[in-house]
């Protein structure tokens, strides 16, 4: 598995989202055969693993450190704090990255997955209410106290980013990035360049939909959140098609498949991007890993810009879109 570095911290050029085994996307899979399917991402190569504790909440951090825990000084772990939760655990709406909630939050992670040191911590949102010099401040503290070792933020605006960078060194920006959401590309990526600091997009399969597996009369379980999603709503995944054709008219020529072309495409646009698809099968594990082979051509490029600018619909619903800083 080739690497790649984000700020200053190597990891593979694919890393592996766990999201989806336990969250968001359906019922959640079996945890002995995920257990499996994360131990044999290690076994191909991958050392980057991201979850969150709001993945469950929680029961993915636990998945995520029990399937790790025997290679934990193989592989880097990436988690999240920043949502609020109840009492009991229950997640609750709005957010949540007081000092006070961010050092005893991450308590929890690491006893869930098992570390003594996160090897990336995350603000998962932006909190208005909370100044992200304040948020920056209190990971420079757990860094110093050894119970963290790098920063990160999550759909964090070029301002803050500019902002929590100058108190604690941002080593990674994570936000939505594929063929079909290259909002990133007008402000974010180049001030990303321009600090040093390297790019995770999620969803760079685009939810599924680049894979090709997905069409206008495809339906969701009921917990799956793409039933939210307006980028979703059947008229625009029936306009969105003229995208995956060409993807899929790409893959032939190559003899690959969609989702390795929409892979190699992220990784094609700057070499500090690791994407990190998610899935609960081993062959599409494998399918993904094997985008790392895949070469574009500058005319490929050209072709995918051309259909990718047409992509129409949302990427989330109203109310989760306040919580995106922009």
């Known amino acids: 598995m080739q690497k790649r570095t984000l700020g200053q911290l190597e990891v593979s050029a694919l890393g592996l989202g766990c999201m989806g085994m336990s969250f968001g996307l359906g019922p959640a899979a079996d945890e002995g055969e995920m257990i499996t399917l994360i131990r044999a991402a290690v076994d191909r190569g991958v050392t980057f693993f991201d979850t969150a504790q709001v993945y469950g909440p929680y029961t993915n951090e636990a998945l995520v450190g029990k399937a790790l825990e025997p290679f934990r000084h193989r592989v880097v772990i990436a988690t999240k704090f ?77 301002k803050n980013i500019r902002r929590a960078h100058a108190v604690q060194p941002v080593t990674a920006l994570q936000s939505e990035y594929s063929i079909w959401w290259r909002e990133p590309e007008e402000q974010i990526l180049p001030t990303l360049e321009e600090l040093g600091i390297g790019f995770v997009p999620f969803s760079p399969l685009g939810k599924g939909f680049l894979t090709g597996k997905i069409d206008e009369t495809t339906t969701f379980d009921p917990s799956d959140f793409r039933n939210t999603v307006p980028r979703f709503a059947p008229e625009n995944r029936k306009a969105n098609q003229a995208i995956v054709d060409l993807v899929k008219r790409i893959a032939a020529e190559k003899n690959v498949t969609p989702a390795q072309i929409a892979l190699a495409w992220c990784l094609a646009q700057k070499p500090w991007i690791v994407p990190i698809p998610g899935t609960t099968k081993l062959h599409r594990l494998e399918e993904n890993l094997g985008a790392v082979n895949v070469e574009l051509s500058e005319d490929d490029l050209r072709r995918i810009d051309a259909a990718s600018a047409l992509a129409v619909g949302a990427r989330y619903s109203a109310g989760a879109q306040k919580m995106i800083d922009r």
């Open 82 to 158: 920043g949502f609020m939760f109840d009492e009991n655990g229950k997640q609750v709406p709005g957010l949540n990255s007081r000092p006070d909630s961010i050092r005893s939050t991450v308590d929890g992670s690491l006893q869930r997955l098992r570390v003594e040191t996160i090897d990336l911590l995350y603000q998962h949102r932006v909190d208005p209410d909370v100044p992200i010099e304040d948020v920056a401040g209190t990971v420079k503290e757990l860094i110093d106290a050894g119970k963290v070792k790098h920063f990160g933020l999550s759909e964090a605006g070029v």
